[in-house]
């Protein structure tokens, strides 16, 4: 499971911004100025519980719900 760390602030006429504190992946704390993509960007979707680059599962097309029948009157 990830967990992720924001801070919410809200500055004058209302404006509220949500700040990332930690990396999800490694729990890493940024600094505050500190770029969050650069970081993310670093990681490899296996920290995210992904498959890795260019790994296709045999069922990825699997359907995630049953078909619905629909009533047509
Ligand atoms: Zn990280």
Excluded at 52 to 58: W, Y
């Amino acid at each position: 499971m990830v967990g992720v760390s924001l801070r919410a602030r809200t500055y004058s006429r209302s404006r509220r911004f949500v700040t990332l504190t930690h990396c999800p992946f490694c729990g890493y704390k940024f600094d505050c100025d500190e770029s969050r993509p650069d970081h993310l960007a670093d990681h490899d979707p296996e920290d995210a519980g992904l498959n890795p680059l260019g790994e296709i599962d045999d069922d990825h097309d699997t359907p995630l719900f049953e078909e619905v029948s629909t009533r047509v009157e």
